[in-house]
T-cell receptor
Framework: NAGVTQTPKFQVLKTGQSMTLQCAQD?????MSWYRQDPGMGLRLIHY???????DQGEVPNGYNVSRSTTEDFPLRLLSAAPSQTSVYFC???????????FGQGTRLTVV | RKEVEQDPGPFNVPEGATVAFNCTYS??????FFWYRQDCRKEPKLLMS???SGNEDGRFTAQLNRASQYISLLIRDSKLSDSATYLC??????????????FGQGTILTVHP
């Protein structure tokens, strides 16, 4: 009954470091996405994927890369961390568009 | 103008009270509508979908007015456990690709004894 699994739950990075946030789902969902949540800003879409091998940018994609080599996994890469990327990151998946999204537990990232 | 707007609150109500949240959206082509609940430092979880005919789930009632581009959530007989942030979520038409979820900023509800 795993659903959407995100790792790590917490991370502290130094400015300029790179890292990958992992996201995996076991529900065979087509759609996966990454959001960041900041106080007063709500959840904003970073990148999304409509299936293996297909990704596209959301509203705040700068500084992030994604790939979708399998249906299950959708990692988010921070190329060169900046303090502005301090946030809570959520991965989500859904069966198809316009259906319920299931979220991972989130990754709290601090960039110093 | 934000795509999805909610009154951020906070709403502080006593147990047993009835409380209503409102949400407006700007894209008339929006297709699906949801209310999500987010507990402190947790992930959002679906509370209920919202249909044009209105729908009820126990103490929760959701309404959609497409003409006014307005969504509401009514909580009756509030419980302490209802304390959370309530997120209004709208999906865009998205053409043949992803139906992007657009979130409101959330309305904070605190139910006190």
């Amino acid at each position: 009954n795993a659903g959407v699994t995100q790792t790590p739950k917490f991370q502290v990075l130094k400015t300029g470091q790179s890292m990958t946030l992992q996201c995996a789902q076991d529900m065979n969902h087509e759609y996966m996405s990454w959001y960041r949540q900041d106080p007063g800003m709500g959840l904003r879409l970073i990148h999304y994927s409509v299936g293996a091998g297909i990704t596209d940018q959301g509203e705040v994609p700068n500084g992030y890369n994604v790939s979708r080599s399998t249906t299950e996994d959708f990692p988010l890469r921070l190329l060169s961390a900046a303090p502005s990327q301090t946030s809570v990151y959520f991965c989500a998946s859904s069966w198809r568009k316009n259906t319920e999204a299931f979220f991972g537990q989130g990754t709290r990232l601090t960039v110093v | 103008r934000k795509e999805v707007e909610q009154d951020p609150g906070p709403f502080n109500v006593p147990e047993g009270a009835t409380v209503a949240f409102n949400c407006t959206y700007s894209n008339s082509a929006s297709q699906s509508f949801f209310w999500y609940r987010q507990d402190c430092r947790k992930e959002p979880k679906l509370l209920m979908s919202v249909y044009s005919s209105g729908n009820e789930d126990g103490r929760f009632t959701a309404q959609l007015n497409r003409a006014s581009q307005y969504i509401s959530l009514l909580i009756r007989d509030s419980k302490l456990s209802d304390s959370a942030t309530y997120l209004c979520v709208v999906t865009n038409a998205g053409g043949t690709s992803y139906g992007k979820l657009t979130f409101g900023q959330g309305t904070i509800l605190t139910v006190h004894p």
